[in-house]
C-alpha cells in the first residue's frame, strides 16, 4: 500500500515568484491536512481539505491556499513567497477525517525561498 | 487558547537508559493526544494516541505514555532507549468534535542517545 507521496521534494524559488506543492493521498483517503515546518514556529496547521472542500484554515496570510480534487490529491499554492516561507511543507492523509483515525504524513517538501 | 508545551528541547541519554519526555497541554475539554517521531528529512509516524479508557497507552517501538488529567499531562516513556531511537519527537492533540482534522503540535523534543 503506497503512502503519502508529496512532490516535490525539494524547491529553490526566489522572493516574489509562487509555488505550487502537491500531496497524493493514501489510496481511499478523503482528507488531506497541510503543516508548516519551521525551526523558529515548529509544526503549523495550514488548511485541512475533506472531499473537495475545506474544512479548517490555519492563521497564515491569504497568499496561502490549497484545493482538492475529486481523486483526493490536494495542492498547495504559496504567491508572492517571502523569505519567511522557506520551510518544510507537509501533508497528512486520513480515511474519513476524523481525528480518532490516523493521519499518514508524507516526507514532505522542503521549500528554500532565496 | 489550546496550546502543547513540551519543556525539554533537547535531551540526552546513554543507550539503556530509560526515558521520560514530558508534555502539557491546554485545552477546554480532553482532547485526543498524540505523541509522533520525526527523524532527520523525514514526515512524522504516529507512536501512539490516546482517545479515552485506560490512560496508559502502549504504542509502536516499546513506547508507552501515560495520560493524567490532573496534571494535563502525556508523558511519553520508553524503559531502554536504543540507539535508532535519536529522533525529534512531537506530542499534539485534537479535538475529538470539532469536525475537522487539525493537530496542535507541541514544539518538539529533540532526543539524542549516547552509544
Known amino acids: 500500500k503506497a503512502g503519502v507521496t508529496q512532490t516535490p521534494r525539494y524547491l529553490i524559488k526566489t522572493r516574489g515568484q509562487q509555488v505550487t506543492l502537491s500531496c497524493s493521498p493514501i489510496?481511499?483517503?478523503?482528507?488531506v491536512s497541510w503543516y508548516q515546518q519551521t525551526p523558529g514556529q515548529g509544526l503549523q496547521f495550514l488548511f485541512e481539505?475533506?472531499?473537495?472542500?475545506?474544512?479548517n484554515k490555519g492563521n497564515f496570510p491569504g497568499r496561502f491556499s490549497g484545493r482538492q480534487f475529486s481523486n483526493s490529491r490536494s495542492e498547495m499554492n504559496v504567491s508572492t513567497l517571502e523569505l519567511g516561507d522557506s520551510a518544510l511543507y507537509l501533508c497528512?492523509?486520513?480515511?474519513?477525517?476524523?481525528?480518532?483515525?490516523?493521519?499518514?504524513f508524507g516526507q514532505g517538501t522542503r521549500l528554500t525561498v532565496v | 487558547a489550546q496550546s502543547v508545551t513540551q519543556p525539554d528541547i533537547h535531551i540526552t541519554v546513554s543507550e539503556g537508559a530509560s526515558l521520560e519526555l514530558r508534555c502539557n497541554y491546554s485545552?477546554?475539554?480532553?482532547?485526543?493526544l498524540f505523541w509522533y517521531v520525526q527523524s532527520p528529512g523525514q514526515g512524522l509516524q504516529l507512536l501512539l494516541k490516546?482517545?479515552?479508557?485506560?490512560?496508559l497507552v502502549q504504542g509502536i517501538k516499546g513506547f508507552e505514555a501515560e495520560f493524567k488529567r490532573s496534571q494535563s499531562s502525556f508523558n511519553l516513556r520508553k524503559p531502554s532507549v536504543h540507539w535508532s531511537d535519536a529522533a525529534e519527537y512531537f506530542c499534539a492533540v485534537g479535538s475529538p468534535t470539532s469536525g475537522t482534522y487539525k493537530y496542535i503540535f507541541g514544539t518538539g523534543t529533540r532526543l539524542k542517545v549516547l552509544a
Open positions: 490516546y482517545f479515552s479508557g485506560d490512560t
Open positions: 481539505y475533506f472531499s473537495e472542500t475545506q474544512r
Open positions: 489510496s481511499g483517503h478523503r482528507s
Open positions: 485545552y477546554g475539554a480532553t482532547p485526543y
Open positions: 497528512a492523509s486520513s480515511l474519513v477525517g476524523s481525528m480518532n483515525t490516523e493521519a499518514f
